[in-house]
């Protein structure tokens, strides 16, 4: 079992940055690939970016390339998403979830969920 608790959404300005963290507390988040989410109103549930277990490896949606970045620090139980050059299309609540089966863009392959954090960028 894991609990997954993410902070750092707010309102911010297109153009600025953020970063979101995902602390984990239970099972040692090192078990699990991670990745992050976004829901926008009205709109279903997307993923954004993903990561291995050593952080080696990473993963994101075209539209966020080159301005978000995930990563994790194992021995803080943390995941990360840096997001620079905000859009107002960015805007949604965002969600760090636990991947516990094949399926890195899937949402059923990941089954430990937090309960999202909104993020809101004014044009």
């Known amino acids: 079992q894991v609990q997954l608790v993410e902070s750092g959404g707010g309102l911010v300005q297109a153009g600025d940055s953020l970063r979101l963290s995902c602390a984990a507390s239970?099972?040692?988040?090192?078990?699990?690939?991670m990745g992050w989410f976004r829901q926008a109103p009205g709109k279903e549930r997307e993923f954004v970016a993903a990561i291995s277990r050593s952080g080696g490896t990473t993963y994101y949606l075209d539209s966020v390339k080159g301005r978000f970045t995930i990563s994790r620090d194992n021995a803080k139980n943390t995941v990360y998403l840096q997001m620079n050059s905000l859009k107002p299309e960015d805007t949604a609540v965002y969600y760090c979830a636990a991947r516990d089966s094949v399926g890195i863009y899937e949402l059923k392959s990941y089954r430990y969920w937090g309960q999202g954090t909104q993020v809101t960028v004014s044009s």
């Open positions: 239970g099972r040692t988040l090192s078990t699990y690939p």
